[in-house]
């Protein structure tokens, strides 16, 4: 019963018209349709955080989205945050200036989840970074210099 | 994941009549719902989409109480001040529950209706054999690793704990799930498994959640919700209690005591006879620690389970403790 829907997505603030089967999520619409794939596939479950996106300004895990569910809504992902002119986002710069990471996997997901964290306000202190960042993990452990990132960012914002 | 066909609904009723369909299911945050039907758990036909409709998002408190619109999200409730201050046991269990991300995506209405996260029911390749998936095919966690498995409510043929934190805190407080065309309590809205572990709820096909309702109380305001886990955060219960406790004019007897458990039953888990012990008596933390024990009255083990059986206790009494100022 393979069926195509057709949806119009805004990502990054482009337009993007694709067909998908119903079932394709926002993760895989972006990587596998879009080429988009600065936005990890780790777990595909809704438990790592790896393919963590913004949907209207706030931070959601792709993985567990339908593309259909996000019409008309604003997407930013990881290509998304940087400025115009290339130059890095300051959480981006942050986790350079912290080597907040080592294999680099679930760093598009820590980032996008940390700007959205700082701009909730959650990133008062290393406790509280640590909470409201524990939807994502980081299986080389780099967890003690992205806490120390998100804090610079958060202090800097 | 199986494909299905999509359907947006564009309003409830056009939702509640598709939902009536077999093999029809409502999609709200999907944090279940897809979770699930990558595992093969769930293999819906037709994915109704209720995540555009308007108008079932709302959170208003006043001197009454609370009504939560079934698509609020978990993290707008959470924060929100009104609950924040009239239900502090409420908002605590949202925002000590799953990630950021997850509570920015899962509505109110679709927390009440998460599933268990018994290893042995989420993996039907591996283990074919789950009353609650599939009615008489047997039971693969007795015996198996049942480390995070019930011990109240459980009955010969299921074991499945129910995972979540906010039904546990609505028990509580007596609040009401609204279905479009009746009403039933949180408490009645949930089921033991007895012989149909299949059916989970009261809810009917085609029937919908639309709003959840907490009356105001003077031990909602007063209350807590204290959770136990194997990890610090982004982990389910070992054992979990919401507890609010309301004083006499003297400010030391027990006027209202409410207590309720997650973690460690099949249903959320009211324990009336550990309210029952201490309503009218001054607390101490003897009294506590023995009333608390009655909240495992009729506590069956499956063997890697029986500490929850020592452990919830001590999280029911840690949490009268801290609302009645004794800790």
Redesign the interface.
Known sequence: MTRTIHLSLDINGRRYDLDVEPRVTLLDALREHLALTGTKKGCDQGQCGACTCHVDGSRVLSCLTLAAQVEGRQITTIEGIAAENGELHPVQAAFVEHDAFQCGYCTPGQIMSAVACIREGHAGSDEEIREYMSGNLCRCGAYNSIVAAVREAAEMA | ??????L?ASSADEARQAALQAGSVL?AG??TL??L???GVMEPET?I?I?YLSGLGGIEVDANGARIGALAKM?EVADHAGIRAAFPAVSESLSLA?????R??ATIGGNLLQRTRCSYFREPDVFPACHKRNPGSGCSAMGGITRNHAVLGTSDTCIASYPGDLAVALIAFDAVVELGGRTVSVDDFFLLPGNTPERETVLKRGEMITAITVPASAAARNSTYLKVRDR???EFAAASAAVGLEFEADGRTVRDLRVALGGVATKPWRARAVEQALIGTVLSPETVEAASRLAMDGAVSHGANHYKIELAPRVVARAILKVGGLA
Do not use: E, H, I, P
């Not at chain 2, 994941?1 to 999509?6: A, C, G, H, L, N």
């Open positions: 994941m199986r494909d299905f066909s999509y947006r999609l999907g944090t897809l979770d039907a990558k595992c994915v989409d995540t993290g799953a990630s950021a991300q997850l920015n995506m610090q955060s982004y």
